[in-house]
């Protein structure tokens, strides 16, 4: 998986990595990890990242992120957690820019697009690649480092909860902990802090809730103006399908909002029954079997009768 690795990031020296848009936890961690990596063995690298969420304003160095490439070509660009092109926070004229690419990604229905890949569809986070990646490189993971892989890891698998965790995991959570990571700290700027516009939005999301197929489906649907309104921006209005899938009975939650440019995104989750990837990639979508998205192809009533047809059929109602 990661041949040729090492040799290539040693020819390079100007380096870019950059994720996905709207970053989450493990698109954070994962590309910020290896920003500094790079940046310990010397390396000219900048990490692209336009906008997050105030959530994870804590992490440190976080400031040093760019939105742009900011020179007429570089020698490498590391992709992570993005399984399509389409899905970076970057411009095309930026991508085709760099000299080389290295894709690292473990989500379904990825469509390859480096001169290497290191893909894993069974691993719970692209964090843990990152991991790997910056072990097989040659880089002493510090402090920074770890604080970013740990909540690279912590956010995609739900807080250690989700069935993708694996014994991999954890062991290297352990030897984050070893390197000193204040994991109480993450989880309690994470999990356990919310501003007060956002407590508001998961009480509209739950009194917008509908329920189908005897409580086992549960959709609910937030328009951009209700966003706008409550003085969020689109990072921050993510996060509510969780709320949804709490609910006893629950096998899929859907939580659809509205995009500042009038598209709907769909993120779905699932209580272990049915693969909701296979819905998300039906859709022009990814994911993972409990958690994935995609932005609706058609208008929202027909999107939906869409979405709800396909999952009565994976329910058997």
Known sequence: MFEGVKDLVDNSNTVFVVSHQNPDGDAIGSSFSIYLGLKQLGKEVKVIMPKCSDTFKFLPRIDEAISSVECENYDLLICTDASGIDRLSISNEDFYKA??????????????????????EELPAASELAY?????IGVNIDIDMATYLYT???TDTGSFNYSSTKSSTLRIVAEL???GVNFSDICKKINDTIKEAKLKLIAKTIENMEVYFNGKLRYSYIDY?????????EEDAEGMTNYLRMVEGTEVAVYVRQKSDGSN???L?????????KIAIAFGGGGHERASGYTMPK??????????DMVRVMLKC
């Open 265 to 267: 995104k769909a993120s």
């Open 152 to 154: 690279g890891l912590l």
């Open 132 to 136: 790997s990646f910056l072990k097989e």
């Open 99 to 120: 000299k080389k690419i290295i894709m690292i990604d473990h989500h379904k229905k990825i469509l390859p697009y480096g001169d290497i890949n290191i893909i894993d």
């Open 225 to 233: 103006n209700t966003i706008n309104s409550l003085g969020l921006d």
């Open 269 to 277: 989750r699932s209580g272990g029954i049915v693969d909701v990837s």
């Open 177 to 179: 902990i070893d390197i």
């Open 299 to 308: 208008d929202l009533e027909t999107s939906k009768k869409e979405l709800l």
